[in-house]
């Protein structure tokens, strides 16, 4: 095989390497499948919740709502005269759908200047970091999955002004993330002692 052929193969190699770490994960509906599937996830949302005090399900069934693990998930189009594409509806990207503006709050506020909205460990760093400001600004529990994301979705101020009282639709979608919260914190109790044992007694002791 001439050197160049290998460059080639390489390359095809770290590109569908790239795709399998960036899809979804295969079984969305089941955290410890997740994280099992995906185990440096597990080690972003513990930091997470070590840095913000914000229990993983709660972020992780509203990234399920958002993006529904896609990296590079946006939102639809817009339309000129229903016809003519017309950039997208808002700035939100990535993992958690943050708008440019939150984000880069975000940014200026941890320091975080290299953060990328298609990291998964920057994504649910934001939304810890978004949950913990909820409960700050809006006296949100950081359990409260319903609350919180209200929160998310229409902003501290539109919270406060409870906007969403007059969006059946959402506060319908905020009951589901609180449902999905309750099952992934459910099921994380369950495997979450296996999670939390490194490589070495995985390799030696699993």
């Known amino acids: 095989m001439t050197a160049k052929v290998k460059a080639i193969v390489s390359g095809c190699l770290l590109a ?11 079984q969305p509906e089941d955290l410890c499948e997740i994280f099992y599937e995906k185990r440096d996830w597990y080690d972003a949302a ?26 590079d998930a946006v939102p639809p189009r817009d339309y000129l005269l ?6 997208r509806v808002s700035s939100a990207y990535g993992y958690s759908q ?36 909820s409960q700050r600004i809006n006296g ?25 009282r007059s969006k059946a639709w959402l506060m319908r979608t905020a009951e589901k ?8 914190g459910a099921q994380l109790r369950s495997c979450e002692d296996d999670l939390q044992k490194g490589w070495f007694w995985r390799m030696f002791f699993s």
């Open 98 to 133: 943050a708008k440019t503006p939150t984000w880069d709050d975000y940014e200026r506020e941890t320091g975080n200047s290299w953060a990328s909205r298609d990291s998964f460990a920057d994504a649910i760093d934001f939304m810890g970091w978004f949950i913990d400001k």
């Open 177 to 184: 993330v609180k449902q999905r919260a309750g099952t992934y």
């Open 82 to 87: 229903w016809i003519i594409p017309w950039g």
């Open 140 to 164: 949100v529990s950081k359990w409260d999955a319903y609350g919180q994301y209200l929160n998310y979705h229409e902003g501290w101020g539109g919270y406060k002004r409870q906007t969403y």
């Open 16 to 26: 569908v390497l790239a795709g399998c770490a960036s899809a979804p994960p295969e």
């Open 46 to 71: 513990a930091d997470m919740q070590e840095r913000w005090g914000v229990p993983i399900q709660v972020p992780m069934a509203m990234m399920y709502q958002e993006s529904s693990f896609k990296h």
